[in-house]
């Protein structure tokens, strides 16, 4: 990861559209696109590129959560706890798309792909402000959590 520039928000969410993660909610499914493995393994390439502590929780085969964690800025008296972000890392199935659905595209301001808004856009805005306290962490930051479930 390069750390020369601040993670910009649509380089990263056009790179987590890219990665299928497809929930088979109870259907027979298989192949690249079920399941989160791929969109885990992405997220804990990224904390290791941030240098921040991570977790990896298995939820079922191919399924894991990921938990990063930057710790607090300041002493107890002036530090404010603890911040937690969530985001889940699965998608619905492609069932009835008319694009590529790892294909992102930006048109008239739109970035259409599975899952661009529900919910990797905001993984990506979350994993910016995530990427950016690393960088510059202000003097009485809370502990921020980042779950990607």
Known sequence: M????????VDMLC???RIPSVNPMGRAMSGDACGEQALTEFLQAVFSGLGVA???QTVDAGRDNIVACLGGRGSAETASGILVFEAHQD???VDGMTIDPWAP???DGRLYGR?????K????CMLAAFSRLVDQPPPHMPTI???CT
């Open 2 to 9: 390069d750390r020369s520039m601040p993670l910009d928000v």
């Open 145 to 147: 959590v980042l779950a």
């Open 15 to 17: 790179q987590l559209v």
């Open 105 to 107: 595209v930006i048109r």
């Open 91 to 93: 998608t619905v199935p």
């Open 121 to 124: 856009g905001g993984m990506a």
């Open 54 to 56: 991570w977790e990896r």
């Open 115 to 119: 899952g661009s808004c529900d919910v």
